[in-house]
């Protein structure tokens, strides 16, 4: 069973910066992709960014383009979320997601797991 832990959200006001971490449990992390998801009160969760299993690949939703960068560091089962010049519109519940797949998709049903969250919240 693959646990997902994240943490690193807060409370920051627009134009800050924020890193989210993702601990895995799985003992293969290296060889999964790894995505971030956000789901805004109201909405349907959404996909952020996504990374190869190598970190040769990754993908981001044209919204957090340019300000968003994922990461990942598969000696220590972590994936890394670093996010600057936050906006308001960025304030959602960050999720961490495992895909058994080799492939770097955006798609929220191509996921086999999923952390509980961490709260982001910008203040304009």
């Known amino acids: 069973q693959v646990q997902l832990v994240e943490s690193g959200g807060g409370s920051v006001q627009a134009g800050g910066s924020l890193r989210l971490s993702c601990a895995a449990s799985?003992?293969?992390?290296?060889?999964?992709?790894m995505g971030w998801f956000r789901q805004a009160p109201g909405r349907e969760r959404a996909f952020v960014a996504a990374?190869?299993?190598?970190?040769?690949?990754?993908a981001y939703a044209d919204s957090v383009k340019g300000r968003f960068t994922i990461s990942r560091n598969n000696a220590k089962n972590m994936v890394y979320l670093q996010m600057n010049s936050l906006k308001p519109e960025d304030t959602a519940l960050y999720y961490c997601?495992?895909?058994?797949?080799?492939?770097?998709?955006?798609?929220?049903?191509?996921?086999?797991?999923w952390g509980q969250g961490t709260q982001v919240t910008v203040s304009s």
């Open positions: 990374i190869s299993w190598s970190g040769s690949s990754t």
């Open positions: 997601a495992l895909d058994y797949g080799d492939q770097v998709v955006p798609t929220l049903h191509s996921y086999d797991y």
């Open positions: 799985a003992r293969t992390f290296s060889t999964y992709t």
